[in-house]
């Protein structure tokens, strides 16, 4: 059908209409490009990156280990990351990745980088390498434990261009909360360490101990903290604008003087996963189209907050629908997110975001295939 002769109604959700019924989308006119990120400053819309952009193989990659880390996961290792490395090569020096093996855990992520691995992946691959299902853009995977919960262990940072504040932990097959554990990864084994040291039995205790014992050496040799609150952890709660369901809260800029930065969403936290509980159980479509409807109305005044420059709204609000995790939501959550990102300076993010929703899964054999 010619679009200038199209005489259906337009759909009022327009590119944010999440319908995929052949007869809703034979009845009303939708925007030609469905794929489109949201407008960014006021421009028209632009098109995310396509398969072919995404998926074209890393190519000569440079030489120095860092930036081949910055290239592929788009961000940079703080020092702790390269000296836990060392490490690990103290105490195996054939095989680093196992070195953990008494704790149960495993290197992974960019540590596959140091390892030798992920010199074919493409972009696209890298940016979901070891990203579990609950793990937001912000959150980077370094350490796995068992696939039992999924338990693993990442850097946390607010922003793309900065150091992570903290290594946080999250159980993928549990649910979304991520849990602040310390402000490096040799005092999140520490923590890992002591709390598997009490139920092993006394052999594998003796291992526990050996192992701990060399790591708070490593840490005391090297001046690296083992404290599980820093200063910069201390100042970030002071910059937390608002909880989210991950339980880890928003950081963004926000001006106490003149209230701008961040505004509360248009619904209680209780009241928006009621909203989100109807889309995903509704056994018809009047049920879901209502309720969509409910949802809108919080997507309109999230827009609206970004409009005023109070962007943290619409980052809750993605977040919020990112840890509520079902696949329904995928495509507005990631319009609303894109927009916060873009709008926050933070579109590194929104790369991540992209290349993790297409291939969202809870299967953790999806995780490392790639290696």
């Known amino acids: 059908m010619n679009k200038d002769t199209d005489e259906r109604t337009p759909c009022k959700y327009g590119v944010e209409c999440y319908q995929k019924n052949p007869e809703h989308l034979k009845k009303y006119k939708h925007p030609d490009k469905r794929n489109l990120s949201v407008t960014e400053n006021g421009d028209s819309p632009k098109k995310f990156k396509s398969e072919d952009d995404s998926s074209a193989s890393v190519a000569e990659l440079p030489t120095d280990v860092k930036e081949i880390i910055k290239l592929l996961f788009l961000v940079d290792m703080p020092d702790d990351f390269y000296s836990f490395y060392e490490f ?6 054939s095989s680093p990745k196992k070195a953990l093996k008494s704790l149960n855990l495993e ?20 940016l979901r390498h070891y990203r579990y299902y609950f793990d937001p853009p912000e959150f980077q995977t370094i350490l796995k434990g068992d696939d039992k919960q999924q338990l693993h262990y990442g850097y946390f940072r607010d922003d793309p261009e900065e150091f992570p504040c903290f290594v946080a932990k999250n159980y993928a097959l549990v649910g979304p909360t991520i ?14 360490a002591e709390e598997i040291k009490s139920t092993a039995d006394i052999f594998r205790k003796m291992q526990i101990q050996k192992l701990q014992a060399n790591l708070v050496k490593w840490a005391k040799k090297n001046n690296i903290s083992l404290d599980t609150v820093t200063p910069e952890i201390r100042s970030r709660r002071g910059k937390i604008v608002s909880k989210t369901l991950n339980k880890i809260g928003v950081v963004v800029p926000y001006d106490k003087k003149t209230d701008v930065g961040y505004r509360c969403l248009a619904v209680s936290e209780d009241e928006l996963i009621k909203i989100l509980k109807k889309i995903t159980s509704a056994e018809n479509e009047r049920e879901r189209d209502a309720a969509w409807s409910e949802l809108q109305q ?9 409009d005023e420059c109070d962007f943290g709204t619409s980052l809750e609000l993605g977040l919020d629908m990112f840890a509520f995790g079902d696949e329904l939501l995928h495509n507005s959550l990631e319009r609303i997110m894109c927009t916060a990102y873009k709008l926050l300076n933070r579109n590194k993010f929104a790369e991540i975001l992209h290349a993790h929703i297409k291939h969202r899964t809870k299967d953790a054999s999806c995780l490392s295939t790639i290696v």
């Open 298 to 306: 919080v997507i309109t005044a999230a827009n609206i907050a970004n």
């Open 107 to 126: 290197l992974v992520g960019p540590f596959d980088v140091l390892d030798g691995g992920l010199k074919d992946c493409t972009k696209e691959e890298a």
């Open 179 to 192: 849990t602040l554990v310390a402000g490096n990864i040799f005092g999140a084994v520490n923590v890992h």
């Open 88 to 93: 690990c090569k103290s105490l195996s020096s």
